[in-house]
Structures are given as C-alpha cells and as structure tokens.
C-alpha cells in the first residue's frame, strides 16, 4: 500500500498542532482545518470456487480540507485528498485546489474547482485551471478556464463495448452583472468547450473533435411583495465535427468565438419561473422551460434537451402551522419541431401532507403519479405506462416503561401499470413495504431500537419476500465521550426457495478535545442460499478506522 498520501498529511497535521504553540492572534498566519483519515480492511469467504471478493482487502483514505489566512487578509481554502486505489497514478493526491481571498471583494481560483455560472450554460463540473472571481459591491464578474475532461485513448477492454476514446475537452466560462442583496440580479454568461484534436495518441478516424459555444441571459426581479420573477434566455451554436468544412460567408462571428462548419447547428432555451409567496399560510411557485432540439451546452453532464416542462407547484398550511399541505403537478412534451415519428408526453402529479394532531401524535403521507405516453401511430410500439407510490408514516411519543419511547410506522406501495400490448404481462407489478420502529431512551444514555421490516414484490414472472428483524443496543460511557452499538439482525428472503442472511455490527465514538474523534466500525454479513449446490453461501467481514480532527 503506498503511504506517501499518509505521510504528507501527517507531517501537516504535526506542523498544525506545533503551531498551536504560537500566538493565535498573529497576523502573520493562521489555519483553521479537519482532517479525516481511513483504513477499511476486508475479508470474506465462500465454497464456491468462483467466488470474487466484493472489495479489496484494504483502502486507505486521507482527506484534509481547511482554511489558511496570510496577513489577516489572504484567505486560502484548500481540499487534499489521497487514497491507495488511485489507479495508476503516481501523484500523492489526485486532486488540489485553492481559492485564496485576496480580498473580501476578490477570489482567485486554482487547479481543481467548480463555480456555476447559469442553468443553460456552466454548472456541474470540476475544472482543472484557474479563474477569478471580482464582486464590488453589488457588480459580479467571474471568468475561469481548464480542463472539463481528460483524454481517454481507445484500448482493447474498452473496444468490447464500443468504446472509441475521448479527447481532452477544455473550457472558457464567464458571467458579468449585477446582483443585490434582495434578489435582484441580472447577469450575460457565456460558455467556449472545445475538444483538443491532438491529445489522443493516434487519431481514429471514427472520433469527431467537437466544439460548443453557449451564450445567456439570466435575471431576477422582486415586483412587488411576495412576487418574485426569474428567468434566463440562451443561445448555443456547436460543430459535431469542428474539423470539417468551414462554411464561408455567414457573417462577422470572431473565429476566437464560433467557427461555423457543415456540422454545425443552432438552437435556443429559456426558463421561467415565478413565485408567490405574500402570505406565511399559501404559496405557488410555476416554472416553465423550453430547450430546443439542437440545444447543446458542454457544461452540464446530462442537460436534456428537446423539451417542454411545465410545473406547478403549490403549497398550504392550517391550523396554526399544524397541518402542511404540498403539491406538485407538471406536463413534459418533446418533439417540438415535429421532426420524429411521434411525441412523447409525461405527466408527473405529487402531493403530500404532514399533520402534528397532538404534540407527540402526527404522520407524514405522499402520493405521486408518474405517466409516460407516446403517440405512435403504430400501437405495437406505441409507448404508455403509469407509476404510482403511496406512502404514510405515523408517529406516536410517550413515557413508559420508565424510559421514553418512539413508536413509529411506515407503509409504501409502488404500482406499475404497463398498458403496453407486448410488455404489459412481464412488466405490471406491484411492490409493497410495511416496516415498525421502536425507540426505548433512559435517561443514563441506555437505549433500545427494535426495527420489523416485510417488502413483497409481485409480478407475473416471480413474487419476492423478505421479512428483516433487528435489534440495535446503545450505550454512552465516560460522560457521553465513548459511544458504543450493537445490532444483531435476520432476513428471511423468500422467491421460488427460502434463503436467509444474519448481520452483526459493532461500532464505537470515543470523542477528545484535543485529539479529535475515533472511530470504529465492523460488520458481519453471512448468506445462506437454499441451494447449496448452485449457490454457495458466503461470508464477510468488513471493518473500518477513522480519525477526525479539527484544527
């Protein structure tokens, strides 16, 4: 096991702690950090020959993430991280960033790190790079640039499923406006991806480079008290192929911004949303979105797009707070420009109530409903089914037993209606959970959770039971500085044999004041399978230590 990861991060926790020594109220510098650092160990055994361990015998994990101040005046936030299975790398951390304040009005940012920009352009990856972040004021302006994705060549293993390589992908972003404290914004942001056609070792002819750029305009407005209106406006223009033909003669578009070729297509989107709020018992917020077909943004892992969404979403309360009411009802459309075989359209229905009848007396319940249905003209392959799920959880506090107790219940049911004429007999089923909780606390930290558990699943190919019982025991020793638990449970699982499971773990706090918090953990899975000869049973160890400290 490699412990260079270890070893850097315990030379900086020692130099932390020796620093301790100094006067806090230096202005020279000053550190304020956690530190989580891990070892899970694993073991398991089976007659089966063929038996693969789930894990690997042993993972070490060490983060460190903290605040470094210089001069009382740079702050520099930080995140380091290392473990043993980082595959194939020879760095001691595979990712670090920092984002120093410079001042309480400017940021910079570097090596790993995320900002997003807007909901059509930027928003859900990590950046390798640097950037900078300047708020004056009420003014905003941040720009950042990097890598969004690394270069993968094509190998063998990959080849089996089609896998052809991927270019490096980086990435320009920004967005520049004005924002007030009351929510009032206005911003233009935009986004550059493009892929480096050189950064695969061979070229395979079957990959494209492509490249993307994404313009918007975002904005947000309090009309009047209670009525909040956002929204965003965006622009994408992306080359599938950015290597083919340039197209002449399309205008005075900068080469630096958007090179159009004969891959190349345009679309837009927009989002709507407004709230209404001016009473503390009601509200209703509606949203609506609009992404066209050709609307592409490389910033976002799985934006999808040729689509129409509608929501509407509103909420209520009575008696006194008591009783909350929610809802939520919305339509998905696609096929906007009529230019496939047939539309699909989802309808999704939420609702739910929380009601506290008494002070130790309440429930929870839900109900949604999610319907998908395609318009084909050909019924064979024409698309319908519908999924509904019901759930209620009541709640019941009392004195007993000279303890207090917790007894609490839930019920779920999840129904799929494939009114399909090909699939509907394989895929309509039903699936139902029961599960019973009881709690038992003393006042000297004792405490008692006994947990029943039954799910039953039917459909026309098998029907599945399983019947869980736990007992979990809870103890506090030294003042509440030492948490222990123990839990002992059995399952009953019940398909065409009867198959049956035992769980065991143990875990263990021990909290200091100077030193942090350790931890330990372990747990015993064993599985006995009905047919011996088919299905070997098997059994598993898992263990897990782990220090935290906070300096």
């Not at 190919?461 to 103890?475: D, F, K, P, Q």
Request: aromatic content about 14%; hydrophobic content about 40%; overall charge negative.
């Amino acid at each position: 096991m490699k412990c260079t990861g270890y070893l850097y991060i315990l030379i900086f926790l020692l130099s932390a702690y020796c620093s301790k020594a100094q006067d806090r109220d230096s202005s020279l510098f000053s550190l304020k950090a956690s530190s989580v650092i891990s070892t899970e160990l694993y073991t398991s055994f089976s007659d089966d020959s063929s038996w693969v361990p789930r894990l690997p015998p042993i993972v070490g994990r060490a983060i460190l993430r903290g605040n470094a101040q210089f001069f009382s005046t740079v702050t520099v936030p930080f995140e380091l991280y290392y473990s043993n299975r980082n595959f194939g790398t020879n760095q001691p951390f595979n990712q670090f960033g920092i984002s120093p304040q410079i001042t309480p009005w400017l940021t910079l940012h570097g090596g790993y790190f995320s900002n997003k920009v807007s909901e059509f352009t930027f928003g859900d990856l990590r950046i390798l790079g640097g950037g900078i972040d300047i708020h004056p004021s009420n003014f905003r302006f941040f720009a950042g640039y990097g890598i969004i994705r690394e270069a993968r060549n094509q190998e063998l293993r990959d080849s089996l499923v089609l896998f052809s390589g991927e270019y490096k992908r980086l990435m320009f972003a920004a967005r520049a406006g004005y924002d007030e404290s009351n929510g009032n914004y206005v911003y233009l942001n935009i986004l550059k991806a493009w892929d480096d056609s050189f950064s695969l070792n061979t070229r395979n002819s079957i990959l494209n480079p492509a490249d993307n750029f994404v313009t918007s305009l975002s904005a947000g407005l309090s009309i009047v008290q209670g009525l909040y209106v956002s929204a965003e406006l965006a622009a994408s223009a992306t080359n599938s192929n950015s290597s083919a033909k340039k197209i002449e003669n399309v205008g005075s578009i900068p080469d630096i911004i958007f090179i159009p070729t004969t891959t190349s297509f345009i679309d837009g989107a927009g989002k709507l949303s407004v709230l209404y709020n001016a009473f503390s018992d009601w509200s209703v917020r509606t949203e609506a979105q609009w992404i066209g077909p050709g609307f592409t943004t490389q910033g976002f892992m799985q934006l999808p797009n040729d689509i129409l969404d509608i929501i509407l979403s509103p909420s209520l309360r009575l008696l006194q707070g008591k009783m909350s009411l929610r809802s939520s009802m919305g339509v998905r459309y696609n096929n906007l420009r009529s230019n496939r075989l047939s539309a699909t359209q989802r309808v999704i229905g939420t609702g739910g109530i929380s009601w506290q009848i008494e002070d130790n007396l309440g429930f929870d319940a839900s109900y949604s409903n999610y319907g998908i249905r395609s318009r084909h003209d050909n019924d064979t392959i024409r698309l319908q089914n519908i999924v509904q799920n019901i759930s209620f959880s009541p709640y019941y506090q009392f004195e007993g037993w000279e303890g207090f107790q917790t007894l609490s219940g839930t019920f779920t049911l999840q129904d799929v209606d494939d009114n399909n004429i090909i699939t509907q007999k394989l895929t309509n089923s039903t699936a139902s959970t029961f599960g019973l909780n009881h709690v038992l606390s003393y006042v000297n930290t004792l405490n008692f959770t006994t947990s029943v558990f039954n799910t039953l699943v039917n459909n026309a190919a098998l029907t599945i039971s399983v019947l869980s019982v736990s007992e979990t025991v809870g103890y506090s020793f030294f003042d509440n500085v030492l948490d222990c638990s123990a839990t002992m449970g059995v399952s009953s699982v019940k398909t065409l044999e009867s198959e049956f499971q035992f769980l065991a773990r143990l875990s263990a706090l021990y909290k200091t004041d100077e030193w942090g918090s350790f931890s330990l953990f372990a747990n015993l899975n064993s599985y006995d399978y009905s047919s011996v000869s088919y299905n070997p049973s098997f059994r598993e160890l898992q263990c897990n230590l782990q220090w935290t400290v906070n300096f």
